[in-house]
């Protein structure tokens, strides 16, 4: 039934680097029960509560990645990418260990953990899945980015992102999330920066574990990374995927239309505080067959994976 919650059927683990920490991390993304929704234990620490519920009200405000807290200060960042994997799997909960403060960059996408967790195969649970219904548009700015969700009777995205950069420049996208449509279009678009701002992150301590393979870098009207883009809008793809991601925190699936322009993770996170803090704009309500049928995720299959999974 596609309007069941799902975990995992076994384990998936995966070795990497901090993208801006640069520490070796290993993450391993177990099986939850039924309504246990998505959780972050940090195995490295070994007093106090080690446990983050990845949700919207437990992340702090961040430009350069996504970051949550519990509240005896136990953090773990970086984490829009596996939150983005796990969505567009259909993937309800999970319970992730993960013995550093941050989640391993792998290829600067979330296509290998798409690609592990199908490996590790979904498991059907005796549980509905609660949906989130956009009732009534809301709208959050900052200068000229703007955030907004409305209504819709699926999980739509429309993105716009505009860089003097010639190798970006400005690109549009929208897409109807449904069914395997993240994983297809969206799941191995990379993070990407300019040159001048990797140099500038690293002054200051960020982006240690940046490299050409796991970032798109561009200088000018250049691609500094070797074997070039993916897809000729990786860019706008990639600021798609990092919506999915940061959605996923509403605590389960969207129905309603997204639409970024120039937003960030701090603006979607603005956005779902202003949702949740605005009376008749959304309803909780249990998801039928028909419904179901047309959430992220349902009915994916290895071979929706791109090559470079």
Not at 48 to 77: M, Q
Not at 117 to 127: C, K, P
Request: proline share 5%; hydrophobic share 45%.
């Amino acid at each position: 039934m596609p309007n069941v919650q799902n975990t995992l059927s076994k384990a998936a683990t995966f070795r990497g680097t901090g993208l801006h920490s640069g520490a070796s991390v290993t993450m391993v993304v177990r099986p939850a029960p039924a309504g246990h929704g998505i959780w972050f234990r940090r195995t490295d620490l070994t007093e106090g509560d080690t446990r983050i519920l990845a949700r919207w009200d437990t992340v702090v405000p961040s430009k350069l990645c996504t970051l949550i807290e519990n509240d005896s200060g136990v953090t773990v960042s970086t984490i829009e990418h596996v939150m983005a994997a796990l969505a567009g799997s259909a993937v309800h909960n999970a319970l992730i260990d993960i013995d550093g403060p941050e989640v391993p960059i792998l290829d600067g996408s979330s296509a290998p953990f798409v690609a592990g967790f199908l490996a590790a195969g979904i498991t059907r649970q005796n549980a509905q899945v609660r949906v989130l219904r956009i009732l009534a548009p809301v709208e959050v700015r900052d200068g000229d980015a703007v955030a907004r969700l409305e209504p819709s009777d699926m999980f739509e995205i429309d993105f716009a992102i505009d860089f003097t950069d010639a190798a970006i420049g400005r690109q549009e996208k929208r897409l109807n999330l449904s069914n395997g449509t993240f994983v297809r279009e969206l799941s191995d678009s990379r993070t990407f920066c300019r040159n001048a701002d990797v140099q500038n992150m690293r002054a200051r301590g960020l982006a240690l574990g940046g490299t050409f393979e796991n970032a798109v870098v561009f200088e000018g009207d250049r691609v500094l990374s070797p074997g070039g883009l993916r897809h000729a809008d990786e860019p706008v793809r990639h600021k798609m995927l990092d919506a999915v991601g940061d959605l996923a925190l509403a605590g389960g699936p969207i129905l309603g239309r997204y639409t970024g322009i120039r937003a960030g993770h701090a603006l979607t996170n603005r956005l779902l505080r202003q949702l949740f803090a605005t009376p008749g704009a959304w309803r909780w309500q249990e998801c039928g067959a028909l419904t179901g049928a047309k959430l992220p995720g349902v009915g994916v299959h290895v071979a929706d994976l791109p090559a470079c999974a």
